[in-house]
């Protein structure tokens, strides 16, 4: 059971025994409770705004890399951070399209760039495209990351 269930419960069985004592002492809790959600409300938020400055452009671009990998993966870290631990789902679709077009069954698409990426810096690399559904092909798919994630520090 998590750690934040057991608190709960304890929590509710004391104010339901004593509640002369726990009223008040539950003031105190409900106020540090808040403060710990503003707390991380607040570092979410400004997580999601440096997320929002990480520019991940993706393109079927043959031409502009080495043989066998063209799909050309550049990342600029436009935020006044050190991002870290970058990482992107990959989609395929075709113009005007939602769908995904990659086909899951074989792989999941989901990369990660290892390597810090500086406040201003350009991270350039190029991939083997993923198997795309039966029908379609590669070229003719737009492709870009979904549901980027990274943390960032100074």
Known sequence: MPLGIVLLVVWLFLLLRYPRVMLPASGVIVALALLLAAFVGIRQWQNDQHLEQLHISIAYQPEG?????????????RS???A??????????????????????????????DESLPAGDRWLHCFTVPPVRSGYRASELHYHAQDPSATFHD
């Open 84 to 113: 870290s631990n970058i990482q992107w789902q990959l989609h395929a679709t075709l113009a005007g399209q939602q769908r995904n077009l990659l086909d899951t069954s074989v792989a999941e698409g989901r990369y990660r760039l």
């Open 65 to 77: 890399c080495e043989f066998g990998k063209p799909l050309r993966v550049e990342i600029h870290n």
């Open 80 to 82: 006044g951070l050190v």
